[in-house]
């Protein structure tokens, strides 16, 4: 059975001490959480030491928001998946449009990342998504379908059970512009199609498949309510512990 997953994406924002505090909050507020659902944060890599410390024996799951194509040695400024899985994280994020876009995140790289996150126990919140570009070309299936493949053609029926997929629409990101339910949906329920022919029907139903982009309090319900869409991963809506406990109130 797939889980329900509200995971919240901090990406470059929080000082340690205003981190430290916001995980707080989300582990207080946590206990209004039905248990069927999961919550995560995922904070920069120098808040997860100390914020694992916080959200230890409560619900919330951690998790970083990247980590290295590498195991470890001379990569100047990286951080391995043994590092993450060290501090007390139990997931990374990996392929996030804005690494992709910013960083020079390939699919090649994100094979060998993932390898190490699942090799080092971490559970992998893998993103795809289309630009505006892509999607006004008619092209986001197909972006999507490649994006999936390329990395989880390299994966096994095993792995899948420590992959979680994220849906993340460019377009929709940061801009307030969410798409609507039934365009998320679509996407859904197209990658789960594509994980059934890869990995078959169980897998994919297994699979839990998060959108975001602009997801609030006041969307989040209607997005929920699809078959396909299990969660959501917050970005901006994340960093207010209400907002972020409200959405994960919305299935
Ligand atoms: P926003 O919720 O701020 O649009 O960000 C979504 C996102 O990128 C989460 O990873």
Known sequence: MRKKIVAGNWKMNTTVPEGVQLAKEVVAKAVEVPS???????????HLVPVAEVVKGSVVGLSAENCADKEKGAYT??????????????????????????YGETDEKLVEKTKLALANGLGVILCVGETLEEREAGKH??????QTLNVLNHFSAEDMKNIIIAYEPVWAIGTGKTATADQAEEIHAFIRKTLADKFGAQVADDTTILYGGSCKPSNANELFAKSDIDGGLIGGAALKAEDFIQIALSF
């Open 36 to 46: 069927d659902v999961k919550l995560i944060i995922a904070t920069p890599a120098t």
């Open 77 to 102: 400024g990286e951080i391995s998946a043994a590092m993450v899985a060290s501090t007390g994280a139990q997931y990374t994020i990996l392929g996030h449009s804005e690494r992709r876009q910013y």
């Open 141 to 146: 299936f197909d972006v999507v379908g490649a």
